[in-house]
């Protein structure tokens, strides 16, 4: 009977190492708080996008997703990308290639700004994954390279980028004549940013801001900034934003019993192997099965020591 409750504690305390998820979610007045940590979940992060545009749902069962975000602008007439995505070192979406975009007028003037706008990256830097918020243009460390990237914007920490990255444009008296990505109102959003942890361990920082509590950008940045993060931008927010985890299913289109909007591009955590876990769970289970048989062992070998 000893040994059968033995048993049953070493799998339950197996299982629950097993279960501990390195992502976790926090949920208040409309915002969806995600923290990401761990390196061995981080490198199951990939940004990809689709031929046809596709609802973030539908992008979160096709890839067999842990957790599935929106990320890149996009032009909904032609369904082509404003925004550049990187998959394994590989360029996936390049907005060069978006003829509407470059043959319109006045973004034409300020293509130098919108092809600069501000990405989330994953660097391979020497065999060690590095995670950096930074302007597309903007080089990387020696021995770095970009294994995954999507961008967005606008950069909202450690310093606001409307300006820069063309989401405002003003005229010479600095009045606003030009708003994009509708940034100067209250709208759902999808926010990312970094925070480095004693040690060096970097967070990874998700907000989904529901219709419930929109906000601009301002307060957007704000929010980030109240969290302690060391950078932070923005996705593609409206109704674009949304969020697929476990039975979470966050779509920001107005329309009662809608399925969302279809988009672009995505970030997704890939679910690891079951029979990986299995595994892992099964080993574990035996290593702490073998420490407390040979603690017993030893307790026994002092006894008979000792009485002799």
Do not use: W
Request: aromatic share 8%; charged share 25%; net charge positive.
């Amino acid at each position: 009977m000893k040994k059968l409750l033995l048993l049953l504690l070493i799998i339950l305390t197996a299982g629950k190492v097993c279960a501990a998820s390195p992502i976790n979610v926090d949920y208040n007045d409309g915002i969806y708080h995600i923290v990401i940590s761990g390196e061995k979940i981080k490198k199951q992060i990939q940004f990809i996008s689709s031929s046809s545009l596709i609802t973030n749902r539908e992008a979160h069962f096709k890839n067999n997703s842990l957790l599935t975000i929106n990320t890149g602008f996009f032009d909904p007439q032609n369904q082509k990308t404003i925004s550049y995505i990187i998959n394994d070192g590989q360029t996936i979406e390049d907005p060069i290639f978006n003829e509407n975009i470059m043959s319109n007028a006045v973004l034409r003037q300020n293509m130098k700004k919108i092809l600069n706008r501000t990405e989330f990256r994953i660097l391979d830097c020497d065999s060690k994954l590095r995670y950096e918020i930074a302007q597309h243009d903007s080089k990387v460390d020696f021995l770095c390279s970009v294994q995954h990237s999507a961008q967005g914007g606008p950069q909202l920490l450690p310093n606001l980028r409307l300006e820069e990255e063309f989401f405002i444009l003003k005229d010479k008296d600095g009045n606003v004549i030009r708003e994009s990505a509708s940034v100067l109102h209250k709208t759902a959003r999808t926010l990312i940013g970094l925070k480095t942890l004693e040690g060096g361990e970097q967070e990874i920082h998700i907000f989904i801001v529901t219709n419930e509590h929109p906000m601009d950008i301002y307060e957007s940045r704000d929010l980030c900034a109240s969290y302690g993060l060391d950078s932070a931008m923005a996705f593609d927010g409206g109704s674009s934003t949304s969020l697929n985890y476990k039975d979470i299913n966050v779509v920001s289109t107005q329309e009662k019993g809608d399925t969302g909007r279809a988009l672009k591009s995505f970030m997704i955590i890939k679910k690891k192997n079951i029979r990986t876990i299995v595994i892992t769970c099964a080993l574990l289970g035996i290593i702490i099965f073998s420490i407390h048989s040979y603690n017993v062992y030893m307790r026994v070998q002092r006894g008979k020591t000792s009485c002799r």
